[in-house]
């Protein structure tokens, strides 16, 4: 259905409309999360692998991240680490299947991941959360402006 490394945005117009980078192995979650964010407005770049994500952080600045801890070239914490290594501002929301997290959905003290919300996962809640995410990285930007 698609290549593992497929690539859908960022949008044209990228500097007005916030930009989501979902990393997920599962083409079927790329698509609905793709679908979902586009409804609320979203730009959406996908991509299946850990690698795929790591390059095009590199030189596309995204509003939030929603990252798959199963990937099959990475473990997710790894990408987690290095993107925000590059770029300490930036929420990453995780999405996974694995236990513990499997009914909590939202922040955990102390962990380097703005929110985690579990999969299957209910449409609302990653609206609500993406929503957040996009609050926190501009709030970020302007801190930065105003320094």
Do not use: W
């Not at 070239?73 to 300490?88: I, Q, S």
């Amino acid at each position: 259905m698609s290549s593992p490394d497929r690539y859908n945005g960022p949008s044209s117009s990228s500097c007005t409309i916030p930009e989501i980078l979902t990393v997920d192995d599962e083409p079927d979650i790329g698509l609905a999360l793709t679908d979902l964010l586009h409804q609320e407005g979203y730009g959406v770049t996908v991509v299946e692998t850990g690698r795929a994500a790591l390059d095009i952080s590199e030189y596309h600045q995204f509003h939030a991240v929603i990252l798959d801890l199963g990937l099959p070239d990475y473990d997710g914490l790894e990408v987690l680490t290095h993107m925000l290594r590059r770029d300490p501002g930036l929420p990453i929301i995780i999405l996974t299947a694995y236990s513990p997290l499997e009914r909590y959905t939202g922040k955990i003290e102390g962990s380097p991941a703005f929110a985690y919300i579990s999969k299957p996962f209910d449409r609302n809640k990653l609206k609500n959360i993406v929503r957040q995410a996009i609050q926190h990285r501009l709030q970020v930007e302007i801190e930065k402006v105003s320094v």
